[in-house]
């Protein structure tokens, strides 16, 4: 079996969480987060759009976590980031973690925004 070593580029993976912070390639994030190929940073939450929209270009899909219950995101957001070329896919933040790490060691264009839990 042949075995690939996984580059992340400037992308991270979550490597932990907990009541109100993520570890993210080593760096502790208090409060939301937003990682993805254009680096690791606090995020604002619903109403911090200008972020999540520089993703445009960068990114096929954009994971939404919600906290710790899966939750809808306002629909004005929704439609920005549609409107914008950004695929949204929500879920609560644990299995949007992890669904982010595993497509992010296949090399795909993602991002992940999340709510602490």
Do not use: C, Q
């Not at 899909?61 to 949204?88: K, Q, Y």
């Not at 790490?101 to 839990?117: K, Q, T, W």
């Amino acid at each position: 079996m042949r075995l690939n070593e996984i580059t992340f580029t400037d992308a991270k993976p979550v490597e932990g969480y907990g009541p109100g912070f993520f570890r993210i390639g080593g760096e502790v994030i208090m409060g939301a987060a937003l990682t993805g190929p254009t680096g690791t940073k606090a995020w604002g939450g619903y109403d911090d759009t200008a972020p999540l929209l520089e993703l445009a270009g960068h990114v096929d899909v954009l994971f939404m976590g919600t906290g710790t219950e899966i939750a809808h995101i306002p629909a004005p957001l929704r439609n920005t980031l549609e409107e914008a070329g950004i695929a949204v896919d929500v879920m609560a933040s644990a299995p949007a973690a992890r669904t982010y790490n595993v497509l992010l060691s296949e090399g795909r264009r993602i991002a992940l925004a999340m709510l602490p839990v």
